[in-house]
């Protein structure tokens, strides 16, 4: 996935933007100047390295790479992007809440200019003909698949937006939001597959020895895939994959290049290789560590419940950098077992050394943080030849960190399940608010006990309404009127209500009245220029007024 730098960071300018924290005037025609930006930038980096100017053009190369991601910055940081679209298109686009179907024009420039980005990248990188052609269909594919899972994430949370009940209980009822989670993630793993083959280029490995051999191997093992695929990427990556995680759907993917530089008790021992991520768990371990991580931070943001957003964040940022550094760790000898098992299956090491002695040029000592260099992988596999007691050992720990992951994972979950139905009627309760179905929420909080008292007070407000199904302009009217009473923990509550229900400006309503009766500290980010007519004059006034 080479694109995921560039989408983070897309993210990030996305999520300034939105915030607000920008400079510059409103000029969305800025979009058409800043057009030739990426082929300017890039071809500059080639010319100044062709003209001798080696450090210069070797550092506007690099840049260059980020050109899409560059120009895209100074559309929303530089010349208020989103603002205008705010305006023109009387879109809400904030972080509250769903993602709504108008991000898609808040993101639509950067996917020009990273296309834009990826032709210039062609015209620096191949001369015209052919071999430029498949240089570009190449990086173009590889940009869409790196798009499949955000969209999808996208398309779902949109259509789960749309719907007002089912909005209602994802955000109020922790376990359907749970479950919807759960299926999303679930359906992503089934058909990644299906997904990668749709924009990769891939066609089915022909019949013939090569596949005979695989298929001999497979069998050997007792291993179960659909396919093995080729994957046409114009030479340019020499890598191999084993994707999904049923077996009726996982498929072997061995890159062109790959095929067309190794021989094929090398191309075997790759083969071997992928098969024993599978053999051995490598992804369901992952999946179990990972889900096991996200869980414990979630315990720990419930055990500490830090008010303040940065004690958020560091929370968040240490149980990512823990899980960051616990996959690093594993992946690094998970490939480990994987050559081991590559070993076993041929009866040698010696395919699979000279397999990665091509793939790197030699073997050179280079380490990532998901591999270790082709050195170390060698001299593990003598090793473990000289001493099979050792590699034994190598592989119970193995065993015991994976056992470990589960145990975690299983451990969370059932205490997180645990949670979650605990908290069941009271968030069944919130949903009913939100649903504006008062009399249901009257009815349920009854059989609580000790609910939580902002519930409480919240469904007594609710007892003197007349109607049967609230809406949310029907509360944000009612907070209205108690603020011209000057009733403002009730004002505050109905503003609670409204957004409960779907207004997710009332929220900013509800922080300025929580303020103003000095119940929570001011934030920075409290602007009534934001909020409807008769709210933004009244609030900028007692703002300003409390705050002399
Ligand atoms: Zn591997």
Known sequence: MPYIPQLVLCTLILVAGVAGWTWGPVAPWALVLLLPLPHLIVLSGRNLGGAGSFRMGALVTIVGRFSGVFAFALLVLCCGWVQWLRESLGARLDLEGWPEANFIWVIFPYLIFEVLNIDAQSRASCAEGPGRLSWRSFHL??????????????????LVGSNRWLRVQVEQVELVGAAVFVALIGGLAVYLPALFKASWRTYELPPGRLRTGFEEISKSVRFNSRNVLVWDTGKMMANAAIVGLLPSRRVVILSDALLSDLDEDELKAVYSHEVGHSHHHHVPVFLAWSVGVFLLADFALRAFDPTNAIAVLGI????????GLAFGWMSRRFELQADLFAMRVLGSGRPLVSALEKIEGTLRDKATWRHFGGLRRAHFLDECTQDPAGALRFEQKLKRVSQLGYAICVFGLVAELGLMAQGLP?????????????????????????????????????????????????????????????????AADWASMAYLQGNLRAYLIVEILEFLEGEEPLRGSLNPARLPSPWRVELTGALEAARQ
Request: aromatic share 8%; no cysteine.
């Open 141 to 158: 594919r590889m940009f869409a698949s790196t798009l499949i899972p955000p969209a999808t994430y996208l398309a779902i949370a949109g």
């Open 426 to 490: 009271e968030d069944r309760t919130w949903a009913a608010l939100g649903l504006g179905d008062y009399p249901s929420a009257q009815d349920r909080v009854e059989r609580i006990t000790n609910p939580d008292p902002s519930l409480e007070r919240m469904v007594k407000r609710t007892l003197d309404v007349e109607v049967a199904v609230g809406t949310s302009a029907d509360s944000l009217a009612r907070a209205w009127s108690r603020w011209q009473e000057r009733d403002l923990k009730a």
């Open 316 to 323: 968040m940022v240490a149980f990512l950098g823990a899980w």
